[in-house]
């Protein structure tokens, strides 16, 4: 594909997308960057081209059709002062909720701030005077650059027309040269972007309701979320549609005396054997809340191209993949009951045969993990969660630090009767402040709180350790050192630049934690063997203070152990699907 037929993909699929969300009108005026944009939409004949000479004032009559027919309509701009003189319109949008979408052609980055023709600073340019800013990819040959173009289409659409409503602002950067070749029509795509307040609208869901009711080979992906009743809720959509959950641990269904026949926990596992991948493709993904953990899981969502994707979020839009061609924006809860309650009525077919497939790969996944765990005396980092999933009290709280901790949370730690809240901060991913948010919630959590880091994330946050003697906290943290940064050891930069490895990534720091313990008045423990572990965590969990548990292990050797682990899953899955088979 060359540059000109990359344009006219990535163009057309952003302006079909306007479409699919429901945009019916847009208002241009003549310029030269915004050729790709204008040419695209007048092939689109959903959508009523309106044209004007000066921008301000085609702001404000965008403003007036915007208000008039209560729904979204877009305003092109090339590049430069034209952009500037939409301000105005903007200002009045947004403080009369009006649903503008403000499409800004830009030049690429490496003409700005050189002294350009029509450049200026085009990126945020309303300030706070719009909803919501993106920009979209520079148009290229992926495939991933075109979906992404589609999704901030109907992103700009469904949040423009948000409660409350009000104005959004995308930027386009074109290279020349500026005439796209439409070689062929996009790909089609059923979806459409349904924007709901906290009281889900019934008929609004109505179109939703039909894709899930004659779509039985569907599965869930329960994404990281807080609310620990939204259990019930999926569960109860789950055994409606017969679709299998795959829980993330950070989404409060994997602990609790909820009915989990239908909750998968080695998932991880279990979709890193490619024969699995191939035989369990879906034909419709229903996602809820945020994105998953699980690296493999990521890569079957985006190998699973063909499958129809929902995603129902409240509101932030995590899709990474840009696969999602339903989405819905609402509170989970009332949401999930209002889809359960339409699909009661409705009596979806489902496939029994499909979701116990699933379920028992799953189960003779989490067997075989267990077995292989079982056999580890030496300190396994991967170990720590199995033991924790046994040994944690009804109405724990359990925290788990990025990088490796959440990683290993979600491939070893299985569905458990008990209440227990996971928590996580996977907003930013980062490996800073761990130890503090964990104290933070001790300090209100009713039950015992357990903190599972690494030494990279107990480091940097030290400091965060005075909470714990000035507030008197009681908590557990389970340090898991391996002196550096162990997730680097699963990486690329292992195998391909070995010469600078630990100098770059691996950075060991050969520090003795238990000094810092003392420091801070906390106690100390560093068990030997799994039944001082766990005798250790025992104790802690009934102390009333702080207490470091530290488990030193080797980053190679960890590494190692979890390769073999993932080896005898895949083994085990592969069997399976050849006993399925006729």
Not at 566 to 574: I, K, L, M, P
């Amino acid at each position: 594909m060359n540059d000109r037929e990359a344009l006219g993909t990535t163009v057309a699929t952003f302006v079909q997308s306007l479409a699919d969300a429901g945009l019916r009108h847009a208002c241009f005026a003549p310029g030269s960057r915004s050729t790709p944009l204008v040419l695209a939409l007048v092939r689109e004949p959903r959508i009523r081209l309106w044209d004007h000479l000066d921008e301000r004032s085609m702001g404000y009559f965008a403003l007036g059709l915007a208000r008039a027919l209560d729904e979204p309509v877009a305003v092109v701009t090339t590049s430069g002062t034209a952009a500037a003189n939409l301000l105005p319109a903007v200002v009045e949008a947004n403080l009369s909720l009006v649903p503008l979408i403000v499409l800004t052609a830009d030049r690429p980055p490496e003409l700005r701030d050189t002294g350009a023709p029509q450049t200026i600073d085009q990126l945020r340019l309303y300030g706070s005077h719009v909803k919501w800013f993106a920009e979209t990819p520079l148009p290229d040959a992926t495939p991933l650059t075109r979906r992404a173009a589609g999704t901030i289409a109907r992103r700009a659409v469904t949040v423009a027309r948000a409660l409350p409503p009000g104005p959004v602002h995308v930027n386009l950067p074109f290279r020349e040269p500026l005439i796209p070749c439409f070689t062929s029509p996009p790909e089609q795509r059923d979806g459409q972007a349904l924007t709901l307040s906290t009281q889900p609208n019934g008929q609004a869901l109505e179109p939703l309701v039909e894709l899930l009711a004659t779509h039985p080979r569907g599965i869930i992906v329960a994404g990281p979320q807080f609310d620990p009743a939204l259990a019930d809720a999926v569960i109860e959509l789950a055994a409606l549609l017969g679709y299998p959950i795959l829980a993330d641990p950070l989404s409060q269904l994997r602990a609790g005396p909820h009915p989990r026949e239908l909750v998968l926990d080695a998932y991880d596992a279990m979709l890193r054997e490619p024969a699995a991948v191939a035989a369990l493709a879906p034909e419709l993904v229903l996602r809820i809340g945020g994105f998953p953990t699980s690296k493999s899981l990521q890569l079957a969502l985006d190998a699973w191209g063909e499958a129809i994707h929902v995603l129902i979020t409240p509101g932030n839009w995590p899709d990474p993949l840009h696969r999602a061609g339903w989405v819905v924006c609402g509170s989970l809860r009332p949401t999930l009951r209002t889809l359960a309650r339409l699909l009661a009525e409705r009596v979806p077919h489902s496939d029994i045969v499909w979701s116990a497939r699933w379920v028992r790969l799953d189960r003779v996944t989490r067997s075989a993990l267990t077995q292989g765990l079982s056999r580890l005396e030496e300190p396994f980092e991967g170990r720590v969660f199995t033991e924790l999933a046994t040994l944690l009290p009804d109405g724990a709280a359990l925290v788990a630090g990025n990088s490796m901790p959440v990683r290993d949370l979600d491939s070893f730690f299985p569905t458990i009767e008990q209440r227990v809240q996971i928590f996580a901060n996977r907003g930013a991913n980062g490996i800073d402040g761990v130890t503090s948010t964990a104290l933070g919630i001790a300090a209100v959590h009713p039950g015992p709180t357990v903190l599972v880091t690494g030494d990279l994330s107990f480091y940097h946050d030290l400091t965060g350790l005075l909470a714990a003697r000035r507030h008197q906290l009681r908590a557990t943290i389970v340090l898991l050192n391996n002196n550096g940064g162990g997730i680097f050891s699963f990486l690329p930069q292992a195998s391909e630049v070995p010469e600078h490895f630990e100098f770059l990534f691996g950075t060991p720091h050969g520090l003795d934690f238990r000094h810092a313990a003392a420091l801070f008045g906390l106690e100390y423990r560093q068990p030997p063997n799994w039944s001082s572990f766990r005798a250790a965590l025992r104790a802690s969990l009934e102390s009333d203070r702080v207490t470091v548990i530290e488990l030193r292990t080797d980053r190679q050797r960890n590494w190692q152990l979890h390769q073999e682990l993932w080896t005898e899953a895949r083994a085990t899955v592969r069997a399976a699907l050849a006993e399925d088979a006729p």
